[in-house]
């Protein structure tokens, strides 16, 4: 049974920093593209960074430049840097795992089968 688990949100101030982490058991880490999305209040959920198995990256052209994706292998974790945040970047932040999905693929939700459960991430100005 593959598990996903989020942490590491909480509240900051316009222009402060978050480290977002995202364990996922169950499947084998190196093998699955894996990604972050976001849903802020009353909006659709959409992509925010995502690294394939190439460790190819993509950003969402919102964050370009303010955040950062990496992973750890050993410990099978994923993570996000949030830098220079803005009240914009508020929302319930997701983690997600595809077996097939590559960079120079669109944010499609339904290439990601498994999902966690969120954490949120509140920034005032």
């Known amino acids: 049974q593959v598990t996903v688990v989020e942490s590491g949100g909480g509240s900051v101030q316009a222009g402060g920093s978050l480290t977002l982490s995202c364990t996922i058991s169950?499947?084998?880490?190196?093998?699955?593209?894996m990604g972050w999305f976001r849903q802020a209040p009353e909006k659709e959920r959409e992509g925010v960074a995502a690294?394939?198995?190439?460790?190819?990256?993509k950003f969402a052209d919102s964050v370009k430049g303010r955040f950062t994706i990496s992973k750890d292998v050993a410990k099978n974790t994923l993570y996000l840097e949030l830098r220079n945040l803005k009240p914009e970047d508020t929302g319930m932040y997701y983690c997600?795992?595809?077996?097939?999905?590559?960079?120079?693929?669109?944010?499609?939700?339904?290439?990601?089968?498994?999902w966690g459960q969120g954490t949120q991430v509140t920034v005032s100005s």
């Open positions: 169950g499947l084998s880490f190196d093998g699955y593209a």
């Open positions: 690294m394939d198995t190439a460790v190819s990256t």
């Open positions: 997600a795992a595809s077996w097939n999905w590559r960079c120079g693929d669109t944010w499609e939700e339904r290439d990601f089968g498994f």
